[in-house]
């Protein structure tokens, strides 16, 4: 799959910079999809740190799918800018991206 326009650009900015000699950290974000290992759950979201994301889910700091842990990761995709993971986390809200998940998903993992 060819890169987006916006992943072209941040790819030259960033090969730019380290000629330059410039050191920076490259942030990438995630959606996610983790999956209730005990119950028909599956809950959607977006955050930069994957794995401490999972962790805080399995340690019931989100409170309102507190009841339905422990947590595995079903799917992810990263994402240069928090606003591509976001728009796609809400896609994967919608009926159309329920859809998508179902197809890519085992089917042990469709909720």
Same mark, same amino acid.
């Given at each position: 799959?060819?890169?987006?326009?916006?992943?072209?650009?941040? %790819?030259?900015?960033?090969?730019? /910079?380290?000629?330059?000699? *410039?050191?920076?950290?490259?942030?990438?974000?995630? &959606? #996610?999809?983790?999956?209730?290992?005990?119950?028909?759950?599956?809950?959607?979201?977006?955050?930069?740190?994957?794995?401490?994301? %999972?962790?805080?889910?399995?340690? /019931?700091?989100?409170?309102? *799918?507190?009841?339905?842990?422990?947590?595995?990761? &079903? #799917?992810?995709?990263?994402?240069?800018?928090?606003?591509?993971?976001?728009?796609?986390?809400?896609?994967?809200?919608?009926?159309?991206?329920?859809?998508?998940?179902?197809?890519?998903?085992?089917?042990?993992?469709?909720?």
């Amino acid at each position: 799959m060819p890169a987006r326009p916006n992943a072209r650009r941040l %790819l030259r900015a960033i090969s730019a /910079g380290v000629r330059a000699g *410039i050191e920076f950290k490259i942030a990438m974000y995630y &959606a #996610y999809v983790i999956r209730s290992i005990n119950h028909d759950f599956l809950y959607k979201g977006h955050c930069e740190i994957i794995l401490k994301r %999972l962790n805080e889910h399995n340690s /019931g700091m989100t409170k309102s *799918i507190r009841g339905h842990m422990p947590f595995e990761m &079903a #799917y992810f995709e990263e994402f240069a800018t928090r606003e591509e993971a976001i728009k796609r986390e809400k896609y994967f809200k919608s009926a159309a991206g329920r859809r998508y998940l179902k197809k890519k998903l085992p089917p042990y993992f469709n909720g």
